[in-house]
């Protein structure tokens, strides 16, 4: 109200037509739109007054069940209610229950908790403890609840147990009870590449049925031992939705667990590439690829993440599999364990989102060597004779009493 007034207060100052500047408005166009607006100015700064002395009262205008339906309880007949419906509808807007949520809670919420399923109980204060129907003074309702707006979303956050707000209000039209979910998105703050990769990265490979992860140090290298985040996509939509969120709910809680705060991933975009005509008849192929949930993986993710404070990397996909399988497959293998494919492919994948090649570096540096500087049976003083050039050639079995040539 009062940016309202101070807007409409210094255009009715400017001369009518007068023309604005760069972010502030010019005068009105009319002598008439010029009087329209004194006068809303005028009814402006009298609400203001009446509010500002309620404020200093401690007077609250507030109509529970709002004032447009008790002014209907005086014009019955042009509403075409009777006065029992009326009743029913003011008596309906004040049986509700909201609660705030908070983090760390179950569910997000302690008072009403909703389960990812849509099971709702309800906390009972004590005097009506007596009443509950479930373990810990909990009132479970045989009603399911469902979002179909932002429904994932919501189970992505229900799932983190994060903090959501629920409010439950019958609609006394239809005869139906609601609930209403509530939650405040941060805002994805977007990081430049070596500050999200400044404590290492989890590389993730996607896959059909599976998520193959790993953990990789600043340098590229891999740190411990690989993990496996297993779905199943198949079932009923909701099941398959289930499956992908539980599958990145234990890969964000197991990055940070690591300490890590970014994931890499594929940057996967396979819109044109089940057709017939790309791949002609190799079906299985096209069916493996049609069941990577690449779109709802990184819609999904992007959102988990972001609830989380972990950073992503989008790299490039191309070569990933076979560059692993080739310089990563076999070095990381041991005897009890055999590295997969797809997890030597998440080794790459984190090293290019670190800005290092996908190929091992198979000696150590020199100074991670045994002497320091390099092997000792060609490293040559710093003071001796013909150090730059070439080792001479041997002329006979070299042994302790055997002394090279002198050149």
């Keep these: 109200m009062n940016a309202a007034i101070g807007v409409i207060g210094h255009r009715l100052s400017l001369p009518v037509g007068a023309k604005g500047g760069r972010g502030v408005p010019g005068g009105y166009r ?11 100015l005028t009814a402006l700064k009298e609400r203001r007054e009446k509010a500002a002395a309620d404020f200093a009262a401690g007077r609250v205008r507030v109509v529970r069940g709002g004032g447009r339906l008790a002014r209907t309880r005086h014009h019955l007949s042009e509403a075409g209610l009777t006065l029992e419906q009326w009743r029913g509808r003011w008596e309906a807007a004040r049986w ?9 809670k179950r569910y997000g919420n302690e008072t009403i908790r909703i389960t990812p399923c849509g099971h709702i109980s309800i906390k009972l204060p004590a005097p009506l403890a007596a009443l509950a129907n479930a373990p810990h003074g909990r009132y479970v309702l045989a009603a399911r609840a469902s979002f179909a ?4 979303e919501w189970a992505d956050r229900v799932e983190a147990d994060r903090a959501t707000a629920y409010r439950l209000h019958l609609d ?13 998105r941060p805002p994805v703050q977007i990081l430049s590449l070596e500050i999200a990769c400044a404590s290492g990265v989890v590389a993730v490979d996607t896959n059909a049925d599976h998520l193959a992860a790993w ?3 600043t340098c590229g290298n891999p740190v411990g031992a ?10 009923t939509a909701a099941r398959r939705d289930a499956q992908l969120r539980h599958a990145l709910t234990r890969l964000l809680h197991w990055t940070a667990r690591t300490g890590a705060k970014a994931i890499a991933v594929e940057d996967l975009d396979f819109t044109d590439s089940t057709t017939r005509e790309k791949h002609g008849r190799n079906r299985r192929f096209r069916q493996v690829i049609s069941g990577i949930p690449t779109s709802r993986l990184k819609a999904r993710l992007v959102s988990m993440a972001a609830e989380h404070g972990i950073a992503l990397v989008a790299v490039d996909p191309a070569y990933t599999s076979r560059w692993g399988a080739q310089h990563w497959q076999q ?3 041991t005897t009890r364990r055999k590295t997969s494919r797809h997890e030597a492919a998440s080794i790459v994948i984190g090293r290019r989102a670190l800005g290092l090649g996908a190929r091992r570096r198979t000696a150590p540096p020199p100074h991670h060597q045994s002497d320091g500087a390099g092997h000792r049976t060609i490293q040559a003083r710093h003071c001796g004779p013909g150090r730059e050039g070439t080792r001479p050639t041997r002329t006979a079995p070299r042994t302790r ?3 090279p040539p002198d050149e």
Excluded: N
């Design 401 to 403: 009493s055997v002394r």
């Design 149 to 152: 707006h932002r429904g994932s």
């Design 331 to 333: 070095p990381t293998s």
């Design 30 to 40: 009319s002598r008439a739109e010029w009087f329209a607006k004194s006068r809303r």
């Design 226 to 235: 690989p993990k496996r985040f297993d779905y199943d996509l198949t079932g």
């Design 215 to 217: 953990r990789l140090d």
């Design 96 to 104: 509700f229950l909201s609660a705030d949520g908070e983090s760390g």
């Design 172 to 184: 006394a039209g239809r005869g139906r009870w609601y609930v209403d979910a509530a939650w405040q």
